[in-house]
């Protein structure tokens, strides 16, 4: 199996917008810095710096080693199109797409998402969003994405579309993410 870990991440000035009530521009900065860099050790551990992408304007100081691929503008769903267009191409036969903000995140959870045979969603800790698809390629290759309000259901329901297997990661490594300012706080407590 030839997989690519692809992580989508912002321009640093425009993460994690939502905790400017509680963190200034260079706490945002820290704070993304640190998780992006924690989210790319538990990938790279797995799949090695070959498989793994970053998608987005910059790699935000992490090695050359690491891919980049651009992001063409109109957000996050267009771009995570863009990232599974560029697997096509490469014959790549595993995606996932694995969020940045994942401050609990470890290699097994990565791995968890690379060991399934169907389509993989991992939710959020309320079973709303979704932290992470996992796509086999080229049977996916037709995938929607849906990220924005209710987007777990909504891949799910992309899932069925396809009339491809559906499988739901619950992890706490993949279902904590930190997106506003009460997510920070339980963190910081735990």
């Known amino acids: 199996?030839?997989?690519?870990?692809?992580?989508?991440?912002?321009?640093?000035?425009?993460?994690?917008t939502r905790l400017t009530p509680v963190l200034d521009e260079a706490g945002r900065r820290d704070l993304v810095a640190g998780m992006l860099h924690r989210t790319v050790a538990a990938a790279a551990e797995v799949v090695g710096m070959e498989g793994l992408?970053?998608?987005?304007?910059?790699?935000?100081g992490l090695p050359e080693t690491v891919g980049l691929l651009g992001d063409p503008g109109h957000g996050l769903n267009p771009a995570v199109a863009s990232a599974r267009d560029a697997a096509?191409?490469?014959?790549?036969?595993?995606?996932?797409?694995?969020?940045?903000?994942?401050?609990?995140?470890?290699?097994?959870?990565?791995?968890?998402?690379?060991?399934v045979s169907g389509l993989a969603v991992a939710p959020d800790l309320h079973g709303q969003g979704t932290n992470a698809?996992?796509?086999?390629?080229?049977?996916?290759?037709?995938?929607?994405?849906?990220?924005?309000?209710?987007?777990?259901?909504?891949?799910?329901?992309?899932?069925?579309?396809?009339?491809l297997p559906f499988?739901?990661?619950?992890?706490?490594?993949?279902?904590?993410?930190v997106d506003q300012p009460g997510d920070l706080t339980g963190w910081r407590r735990s």
Do not use: N
């Open 53 to 60: 992408r970053l998608l987005g304007p910059s790699r935000h």
């Open 1 to 16: 199996m030839t997989g690519w870990i692809v992580i989508p991440i912002k321009t640093p000035a425009a993460c994690k």
């Open 133 to 163: 698809v996992s796509l086999p390629l080229p049977q996916a290759a037709d995938f929607q994405f849906h990220y924005g309000e209710g987007s777990f259901i909504a891949h799910r329901a992309e899932a069925g579309r396809l009339g």
């Open 167 to 177: 499988s739901a990661i619950v992890r706490q490594g993949l279902g904590f993410d």
């Open 88 to 115: 096509l191409l490469a014959g790549i036969d595993r995606l996932v797409i694995l969020s940045a903000d994942l401050p609990l995140i470890e290699a097994a959870d990565v791995a968890a998402l690379l060991e």
